[in-house]
């Protein structure tokens, strides 16, 4: 049965005009947003290219999937721990002030991990530059994500924007890894890693350029009254990023173990190919999703796509074939987009417009810190026992976050007196969260 919760919106639900239907087409003709969406495509690209660089580069200079591991979830956990921070940061001072000091920093946190790695040095050195490398990642994504929440603010064509974000991170999941390990395998192991930190330098200071589409810092005269809590305060943000703790553990166990079974099968290079493969199929599917007109709520299409994401994940440790296991990855991943437009969308009505990027930046800190640990079980699993064993990590993952999602499901409903006070008062617009 559907709910609604009534809130204050204007008439007008869309910068370009009310529709029924709201498309891409509608959506990108949005005046103002060509000037960041293409500078953060640019500056989002290395960011799949990390933790497969890592990889592919300590397992290298290691010989242990297990060491090479545990270092990229080194960073992944430090990316996790420092992300919501960047992103508060981000909140108050404004985007530009937080990315400048973070691309320098994360530059030459890469540079440092990666001369570590060639020189053999010992593991504790490893880990001590994979800190700063994992703590200064930019947040690109969440960033743009927040660009998009202050222009649309309680527009229908919000969910198509969760969309269009989706199929560009996806596009960067199928063109980044592809990329990391074609320049590891057949230029030198340490390419992956200094394409990495070059494209962050460039990119992330062409979109830190952009100063007139980023939010308006809360930090600013007549915002100080604002109370500036954590977004992580809000029930419905901490069973998101549970969720999106699953998926992390999906994207970290299927890095790992694919590249495993692509060692086991002789042929490396085919790693590449097939996690372009279960990344494509999630870029597939936010496509489809950003051109259905839903009615459905938001909450019944996280529970259904998480139902999905865990049935398929559970058949990927007893698969031995490369075409049945593409298959099976690209089902995974048609599974993935819904889950992540759904929880993305759901933070525009979940949290007020002063921790958006915080929020936004949980969720993202929540898929790191999942592949993190998804990254070191499955590198364990598989020095022990083989690829098999790998993929036993994105179903435990998933299983787990579904229960969650299913004991808690209630706290993603809407509180109607924040979205009063984070959005003014205007005509009473119903927001459909089941």
């Given at each position: 049965m559907t709910n609604t919760v009534t809130t204050d919106a204007t008439t007008d639900t869309s910068p370009t005009g009310g529709s029924k239907r709201p498309g891409y087409g509608q959506l990108l003709r949005t005046p103002g947003v060509w000037s960041y969406l293409i500078p953060g495509f640019l500056a989002r690209q290395p960011f799949a290219?990390?933790?497969?660089?890592?990889?592919?580069?300590?397992?290298?200079?290691?010989?242990?999937?297990?060491?090479?591991?545990?270092?990229?979830?080194?960073?992944?956990?430090s990316m996790a721990l420092f992300a919501p921070q960047s992103g508060k940061l981000a909140d108050r001072f404004g985007q530009r002030a937080v990315l400048l000091p973070g691309v320098l920093v994360h530059t030459a946190s890469v540079a440092a991990l990666t001369a570590l790695a060639l020189s053999e040095a010992p593991m504790w050195a490893l880990f001590v530059a994979a800190v700063p490398a994992g703590a200064s990642v930019p947040q690109i994504g969440p960033m743009v994500r927040a660009r998009w929440a202050a222009k649309l603010d309680g527009s229908p064509l919000m969910s198509t924007a969760a969309a269009f974000e989706s199929v560009t991170d996806e596009f960067t999941f199928v063109v980044g890894p592809v990329l990391a390990t074609a320049l590891c395998t057949g230029v030198h192991p340490a390419a992956g890693l200094i394409a990495e930190a070059t494209l962050t330098l460039a990119g992330g200071l062409f979109f830190a350029a952009q100063k007139r589409t980023q939010p308006a810092p809360s930090r600013t005269a007549g915002a100080e009254h604002v109370k500036h809590a954590s977004a992580l305060s809000i029930p419905g943000v901490r069973v998101l990023a549970v969720a999106f703790l699953g998926i992390g553990a999906v994207f970290g166990g299927m890095q790992v173990s694919l590249t495993a079974f692509a060692s086991e099968a002789g042929n490396p290079g085919m790693n590449g190919l097939l996690y372009g493969i279960f990344a494509g199929g999630n870029m597939l599917a936010g496509i489809a999703c950003g051109t259905i007109a839903w009615k459905v709520g938001p909450r019944r299409r996280l529970m259904t796509g998480y139902i999905g994401l865990t049935l398929f994940a559970s058949g990927l440790w007893?698969?031995?074939?490369?075409?049945?296991?593409?298959?099976?990855?690209?089902l995974v991943g048609l599974c993935i987009a819904p889950a992540l437009i759904t929880g993305y969308t759901m933070v525009e009505t979940l949290v007020p417009a002063t921790a958006r990027t915080e929020a936004f930046t949980w969720l993202t800190g929540a898929v790191a810190f999942g592949q993190a640990m998804a990254v070191t079980v499955a590198g364990r699993l598989t020095d022990a026992h083989g690829s098999s064993a790998g993929f036993l990590v994105p179903l435990g993952g998933t299983a787990l976050a579904l229960t969650v999602l299913v004991v808690l499901r209630s706290r993603l409903v809407p509180q109607s007196s924040g979205r009063v006070a984070a959005r003014g008062v205007g005509h009473r617009v119903p927001v459909t969260v089941d």
């Amino acid at each position: 049965m559907t709910n609604t919760v009534t809130t204050d919106a204007t008439t007008d639900t869309s910068p370009t005009g009310g529709s029924k239907r709201p498309g891409y087409g509608q959506l990108l003709r949005t005046p103002g947003v060509w000037s960041y969406l293409i500078p953060g495509f640019l500056a989002r690209q290395p960011f799949a290219m990390l933790t497969i660089g890592i990889v592919l580069l300590v397992q290298h200079t290691t010989g242990s999937y297990g060491s090479a591991g545990i270092v990229a979830a080194v960073t992944g956990v430090s990316m996790a721990l420092f992300a919501p921070q960047s992103g508060k940061l981000a909140d108050r001072f404004g985007q530009r002030a937080v990315l400048l000091p973070g691309v320098l920093v994360h530059t030459a946190s890469v540079a440092a991990l990666t001369a570590l790695a060639l020189s053999e040095a010992p593991m504790w050195a490893l880990f001590v530059a994979a800190v700063p490398a994992g703590a200064s990642v930019p947040q690109i994504g969440p960033m743009v994500r927040a660009r998009w929440a202050a222009k649309l603010d309680g527009s229908p064509l919000m969910s198509t924007a969760a969309a269009f974000e989706s199929v560009t991170d996806e596009f960067t999941f199928v063109v980044g890894p592809v990329l990391a390990t074609a320049l590891c395998t057949g230029v030198h192991p340490a390419a992956g890693l200094i394409a990495e930190a070059t494209l962050t330098l460039a990119g992330g200071l062409f979109f830190a350029a952009q100063k007139r589409t980023q939010p308006a810092p809360s930090r600013t005269a007549g915002a100080e009254h604002v109370k500036h809590a954590s977004a992580l305060s809000i029930p419905g943000v901490r069973v998101l990023a549970v969720a999106f703790l699953g998926i992390g553990a999906v994207f970290g166990g299927m890095q790992v173990s694919l590249t495993a079974f692509a060692s086991e099968a002789g042929n490396p290079g085919m790693n590449g190919l097939l996690y372009g493969i279960f990344a494509g199929g999630n870029m597939l599917a936010g496509i489809a999703c950003g051109t259905i007109a839903w009615k459905v709520g938001p909450r019944r299409r996280l529970m259904t796509g998480y139902i999905g994401l865990t049935l398929f994940a559970s058949g990927l440790w007893a698969v031995h074939s490369v075409p049945l296991l593409a298959g099976l990855g690209l089902l995974v991943g048609l599974c993935i987009a819904p889950a992540l437009i759904t929880g993305y969308t759901m933070v525009e009505t979940l949290v007020p417009a002063t921790a958006r990027t915080e929020a936004f930046t949980w969720l993202t800190g929540a898929v790191a810190f999942g592949q993190a640990m998804a990254v070191t079980v499955a590198g364990r699993l598989t020095d022990a026992h083989g690829s098999s064993a790998g993929f036993l990590v994105p179903l435990g993952g998933t299983a787990l976050a579904l229960t969650v999602l299913v004991v808690l499901r209630s706290r993603l409903v809407p509180q109607s007196s924040g979205r009063v006070a984070a959005r003014g008062v205007g005509h009473r617009v119903p927001v459909t969260v089941d």
